[in-house]
T-cell receptor
Framework: AQSVTQLGSHVSVSEGALVLLRCNYSSSVPPYLFWYVQYPNQGLQLLLKYTTGATLVKGINGFEAEFKKSETSFHLTKPSAHMSDAAEYFCAALTANDYKLSFGAGTTVTVRA | SAVISQKPSRDICQRGTSLTIQCQVDSQVTMMFWYRQQPGQSLTLIATANQGSEATYESGFVIDKFPISRPNLTFSTLTVSNMSPEDSSIYLC???????????FGSGTRLTVV
């Protein structure tokens, strides 16, 4: 199974500032990678995913992530934070031929006015 | 992607009792997954439920504590049995999307055991 590491359990940004959430995976075989967002008292919503092809993936709400095989990373970014981005963000990985998602520990994002 | 209806959305239960959580999917799916999210923690897979066979449980989870039913391709239930305060968590069901490896999650059941 994949191991997923999210650096930073809590990130605080100012409204309008860059949001950068870090995710690294452990595998010599590139997995399928996902970012999910969880708003308070809600389930998980898929932000974006990487399976194959273009390494820069664009998702919903202005988020994007870049798959870097050499760094085994899949960091999530958003150029300009909005108050509505305050939530918990989870990176997840899935190895081909497997069906179990492995989740990182999550990063809580707070946005300062 | 599939739409999942999960209920109840929340409940407060007495210790020693059981709660059954339901997940209804708007399309037929082969596998359904049940997760637990303890307060302030990430998601932990409890079990995988396939229609017509017994659920497959992950290490640390047993059928007597978390019995699962999967009577058809659109529905599953998870029961949390003989509850204790340590079972207070969010429980989520999930299904795998077809072809694109997108997983959809229910809105979760927030369980508090008192």
């Amino acid at each position: 199974a994949q191991s997923v590491t999210q650096l930073g359990s809590h990130v605080s940004v100012s409204e309008g500032a860059l949001v950068l959430l870090r995710c690294n995976y452990s595998s010599s075989v590139p997995p399928y990678l996902f970012w999910y967002v969880q708003y308070p008292n809600q389930g998980l919503q898929l932000l974006l995913k990487y399976t194959t092809g273009a390494t820069l993936v664009k998702g919903i709400n202005g988020f994007e992530a870049e798959f870097k095989k050499s760094e085994t990373s899949f960091h999530l970014t958003k150029p300009s934070a909005h108050m509505s981005d305050a939530a918990e963000y989870f990176c997840a990985a899935l190895t081909a031929n497997d069906y179990k998602l492995s989740f990182g520990a999550g990063t809580t994002v707070t946005v300062r006015a | 992607s599939a739409v999942i209806s999960q209920k109840p959305s929340r409940d407060i239960c007495q210790r020693g009792t059981s709660l059954t959580i339901q997940c209804q999917v708007d399309s037929q799916v082969t596998m359904m997954f049940w997760y637990r999210q303890q307060p302030g923690q990430s998601l932990t897979l409890i079990a995988t439920a396939n229609q017509g066979s017994e659920a497959t449980y992950e290490s640390g989870f047993v059928i007597d504590k978390f019995p699962i039913s999967r009577p058809n391709l659109t529905f599953s239930t998870l029961t949390v049995s003989n509850m204790s305060p340590e079972d207070s968590s969010i429980y989520l069901c999930s299904v795998q999307g077809s072809g694109n490896y997108g997983y959809t999650f229910g809105s979760g059941t927030r369980l508090t055991v008192v």
